[in-house]
């Protein structure tokens, strides 16, 4: 009895002692673990090319996908309703804008071998945004100039654009028949890509390399259309392919298939950020946005003109007004006080007018009486 108990005292402190250490060894784990994880699965967001006074300070601090638009904006020079506490963009120089911004989204890819690149962030919460308050933004201050705002989605077959270079990019080709009439033509991007496990028969294969092909086509014909990038009025590209989605769902991301295209695109947007920077005169800011899935569906909510049913209903008691815009306490303020300063200028009009003398303070019976008297 005495031998058992003293071995089941010492396994005891045995164990006490370990434990320290083993939870230490398991902490160490855990991170390590952790950080291998955030590693594989985090989206990021990486700055390709930009000019020396559009300086992205390096670091790990990460952005909300929410708040793209915010960035883009700010890189072009423009203001935004709310300030971005960001520590990743510096304040440049007041008269200094970059000439143009491109930002490329690419679905179905966490990370890409970007080597080349000015800087490279974690993107967090990865929600689907669009650059449609930066175009109508850079549309309405130059409207008088010949702006390139081009947004893009060849997958979706979605082209937007405005402004008087239209005429400029009515020949990229948009539809996925037409991209793939544009890959049996000459100088198409299958004579010189290595398309190693990818084929042409394919239909996963071929909307990749239509996207492949779009890119191309862009620095082409701003190659033979150069007064679009040597204009006073800054560019705007958004452009979103999802290539790399569909090779997932065709051969699986542990696929030949996917490794070659990832190395594909990685090779074509070095390269397509290079020409564009030159095209620029080294004035452009491009920047990549790598998601392997946005969290939510992009949709657009829109309220009904019949809010009144609402009353009628349990749910919904309170026929509630739309949020006012920021503005309103400013617009609030000038009428007001506009409507209370002409108040009492009429008050104190009236009041002169109605104890004015007229044989004294009228000049007009002041003149009659004076030549009734003389004559």
């Not at 304040?91 to 491109?102: E, H, S, T, W």
């Not at 549309?139 to 937007?160: G, M, N």
């Not at 490794?259 to 095209?279: H, M, N, P, Q």
Request: aromatic share 8%.
């Amino acid at each position: 009895m005495t031998s058992g108990q003293l071995i089941i005292v010492g396994r005891g402190k045995m164990s006490l002692g370990r434990f320290p250490r083993m939870m230490a060894v398991s902490a160490a784990v855990l991170v390590s673990l952790f950080v291998i994880i955030a590693g594989v699965n985090g989206d990021s967001l990486t700055i390709l090319q930009a000019p020396d006074y559009v300086s992205f300070q390096k670091g790990d601090w990460p952005i909300s996908g929410e708040k793209i638009p915010d960035l883009v904006a700010l890189t072009m020079g423009f203001s935004v309703k709310e300030d971005l506490s960001w520590p990743g963009l510096k304040a440049g120089p007041l008269f200094q804008r970059p000439r143009a911004n491109v930002l490329v989204v690419v679905r179905g890819a966490d990370s890409l071998a970007l080597p080349q690149s000015v800087a490279s962030y974690p993107l967090e919460n990865p929600v689907p945004f669009t650059l449609d308050s930066v175009a109508e933004t850079v549309h309405s201050l130059f409207a008088e100039d010949t702006p390139v705002v081009l947004q893009l989605a060849p997958s979706e077959e979605r082209l937007y654009m405005l402004g008087k270079a239209n005429a400029v990019f009515e020949e990229l080709p948009v539809t996925l028949q037409q991209i793939r009439a544009r890959l049996s033509q000459d100088g198409s991007v299958l004579a010189s890509l290595p398309l190693n496990s990818l084929s042409r028969n394919a239909e996963a294969d071929l909307l990749f390399l239509s996207e492949v092909q779009v890119l191309h086509d862009i620095t082409a014909l701003l190659q033979r259309h150069r007064h679009l990038a040597k204009d006073h009025s800054p560019d705007l590209y958004s452009l979103e392919l999802s290539g790399l989605e569909e090779l997932i769902r065709r051969y699986g991301a542990d696929s030949q298939q996917y490794r070659d295209a990832t190395a594909i695109l990685a090779s074509v947007l070095i390269k397509f950020a290079e020409d564009v920077y030159g095209l620029y005169g080294n004035g452009a800011v491009v920047e990549v946005v790598t998601v392997k899935g946005f969290e939510a569906p992009l949709t657009r909510k829109s309220r009904s003109i019949l809010e009144s049913k609402q009353i009628g209903n349990p749910d919904s008691p309170f026929n509630l007004a739309y949020k006012y815009n920021l503005n309103y306490a400013v617009v609030f303020n000038i009428v007001l006080w506009l409507m209370i300063a002409l108040a009492l200028a009429v008050i104190a009009t009236s009041y002169v007018m109605w104890n004015m003398d007229p044989g004294y303070d009228s000049i007009i019976y002041r003149m009659t009486n004076q030549k009734i008297r003389m004559d």
